[in-house]
């Protein structure tokens, strides 16, 4: 049985990334596989309760105000909207709503209000709810708990020594101090990054051993691929060869081995081959709904078609009960 640690070194994580591709992709699903649910895959559905706007430069991002993306921004949307749209995804067969916000930090306003509003309504669907609103206190925290949040996406995107390269209007310590608020809170952390930014191997390894390490594993652990969007300074960066996705989600597997780890962004460039390879190296979740927040995902049909043919079928919601997280750890925090 793998057994969960925290004390990975970054040179026990690079070996794992480099071994050979074959050899590494048979452990990773060798420890997927003792997990008797490997075959199914949760699915989440994203939608975008405020587009565009946003003051911070993340450099990859559609949704930064200083980027000319042609992203349009648009108002916070109707609860009324959010739960249509909740309804739909989980006739779909989506066990999670995640809403994301262009924010650079959540603030104490009827905006937020709205949103603890939107939080109810979707958890009364029997759905988790997640929320991705940008940096939080604990307050802040505590008010979407109270609300009935299950998950937080809060993404470390890159290692720390890379951060500044990628933003810096924020710090990976701001980023790392709304994580522990998060846990605090004892509301389940979704915390993962992007490949294909122009990292190098030891940055990936970097991040990964950063979220390996924490007290509590990311419950879930999102790897994107970057979709570079005309207009940001990474529009030129190339496509994320398949198996550097391959190697990081088998990575992560083995370091991570209860968590869920999500074939994110850049599903809608793979063919089902390439992603087959991903699930075999154990993503067990996807986003699925033909939209990311701003740009394409596969066609849900599609996706259906996939599942169908690789023999996979959809996670039920609240699989590990409504508050997974072990009070212990919390105290060790
Ligand atoms: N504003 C909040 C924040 O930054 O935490 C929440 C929304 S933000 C869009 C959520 C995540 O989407 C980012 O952390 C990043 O990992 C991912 N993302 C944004 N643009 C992307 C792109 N072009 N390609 C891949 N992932 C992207
Ligand atoms: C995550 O790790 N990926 C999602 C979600 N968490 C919020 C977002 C991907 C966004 C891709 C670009 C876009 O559609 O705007
Ligand atoms: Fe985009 Fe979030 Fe960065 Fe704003 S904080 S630019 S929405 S990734």
């Known amino acids: 049985m793998a057994i969960v640690r925290h004390n990975w070194t970054r040179q026990e994580i690079l070996d794992i990334y480099q071994k050979p591709l074959l050899d590494l992709v048979f452990e ?5 596989r003792e997990n008797k649910d490997y075959g199914e895959v949760q699915i989440s559905s ?3 309760i405020k587009t565009g706007g946003c003051k911070e430069d993340c450099a990859y991002c559609p949704q930064a105000a200083r980027y ?9 949307m109707q609860v009324d909207a959010v739960i ?14 995640c809403m994301g916000a262009a924010w650079r930090e959540v603030r104490n306003n009827r905006d937020f209000d709205r949103v603890i509003d939107m939080v109810k309504a979707v958890n009364d669907l029997e ?22 949040l299950y998950a937080y996406n809060h993404n470390l995107d890159t290692s720390e020594e890379d951060y500044k390269r990628i933003i810096s209007t924020r710090t990976y310590d701001d980023r790392l101090d709304t994580i522990k608020n998060v846990r605090k809170a004892k509301i389940t952390v979704c915390s993962g990054g992007i490949i294909g930014l122009g990292e190098t191997v ?4 970097s991040m990964i051993c950063t979220l390996a390490n924490m007290h509590v594993h990311p419950e879930s652990v999102p790897i994107n691929a970057l979709v570079p969007i005309p207009g940001t300074p990474l529009e030129k960066q190339p496509r994320v060869p398949i198996w550097d996705m391959v190697r990081m989600i088998a990575t992560t597997r083995i370091v991570m081995p209860k968590s ?44 259906m078609a996939m599942f169908e043919t690789l023999g996979l079928t959809p996670r039920e919601a ?16």
Do not use: W
């Open 28 to 32: 990773a699903a060798s420890i997927h």
């Open 46 to 48: 994203l939608i975008s």
């Open 68 to 76: 000319n993306t042609g992203v349009e921004v648009q108002a916070m």
């Open 84 to 97: 249509a749209a909740a309804k739909t995804a989980k006739a779909g067969g989506a066990s999670r709503l």
């Open 127 to 148: 759905m988790e709810v997640c929320c991705t609103l940008g940096m939080l206190n604990e307050h802040q925290a505590q008010r979407l708990a109270d609300a009935g």
């Open 202 to 205: 030891d940055d990936r390894v």
């Open 260 to 303: 869920v780890v999500r074939l994110s962004a850049g599903r809608n460039e793979m063919s089902t081959v390439e992603q087959a390879f991903c699930f075999m190296a154990g993503a067990n979740s996807i986003f699925a709904g033909d939209k990311l927040l701003t740009t394409p995902n596969p066609h849900f049909l599609d996706d």
């Open 318 to 333: 609240f699989k590990n009960g409504r508050r997974p997280v072990e009070e212990e750890e919390h105290a060790a925090y």
